[in-house]
């Protein structure tokens, strides 16, 4: 069982992930064309996602990430059906949910998808999941390069410091 340090240490690494754990897209180059927009939805809905996760709910990539990574995804190979459906569904509720109000742009109707198959909810809820899992990865590997690099600096700052009893 987990104690209470490695509890509230996770709770941290979960809330500073949420603020900088990298955008996850689809590889091809067009990851730098993500509208600002929708960069700071995906971390108000990784903020909102975390809340829900400590409730009970298994932590999960978002609509929003989901949405960037489709688009991107989109834009470097045809998508079959089921994943234009998919990725108009997350697009609709992304766009719908964090739009301005007073723009008084809206989905347009002929695009708009407001619903999913079982099917294709299975594939959008593994996508998110998967989504989860590589930014999380990311945030591990980058911590754990740090600490690496920490403890070669100490080391080599202890070396430095350390008289030479011996020089051949």
Same mark, same amino acid.
């Given at each position: 069982m987990a104690s209470d340090n490695q509890?509230?240490?996770?709770?941290?690494?979960? @809330? @500073? #992930? %949420? =603020? &900088?754990d990298p955008i996850i897209v689809y590889p091809g180059g067009w990851g730098e064309t993500?509208?600002? *927009?929708?960069k700071n939805t995906i971390t108000l809905e990784r903020l909102v996602e975390n809340m829900r996760s400590q409730e009970g709910d298994g932590p &999960? #990539? &978002?609509?929003?990430? !989901?949405? %960037?990574?489709? $688009? +991107? !995804?989109?834009?470097? %190979?045809?998508?079959d059906s089921d994943w234009s459906q998919? $990725? /108009? $569904?997350? !697009? +609709?509720m992304t766009y719908e949910k964090w739009r301005t109000k007073d723009s008084g742009a809206t989905m347009p109707a002929n695009i708009r998808v407001d619903q999913l198959s079982e099917y294709q909810m299975?594939? /959008?809820?593994? =996508?998110?999941? *998967?989504? $989860?899992?590589q930014r999380t990865r990311a945030r591990l590997?980058?911590?754990r390069m740090e600490r690496r690099e920490r403890k070669?600096?100490? !080391?080599?700052?202890?070396k430095a410091e350390q008289p030479a009893l011996f020089e051949f």
């Open positions: 509890v509230i240490e996770k709770g941290i690494s979960d @809330v @500073v #992930g %949420a =603020l &900088t993500l509208p600002d *927009w929708l &999960t #990539g &978002t609509d929003a990430e !989901a949405c %960037a990574y489709l $688009y +991107t !995804a989109g834009l470097t %190979a045809p998508m998919i $990725y /108009l $569904y997350v !697009a +609709t299975s594939h /959008l809820k593994r =996508l998110r999941r *998967w989504i $989860y899992e590997d980058r911590d070669e600096a100490e !080391a080599a700052a202890k």
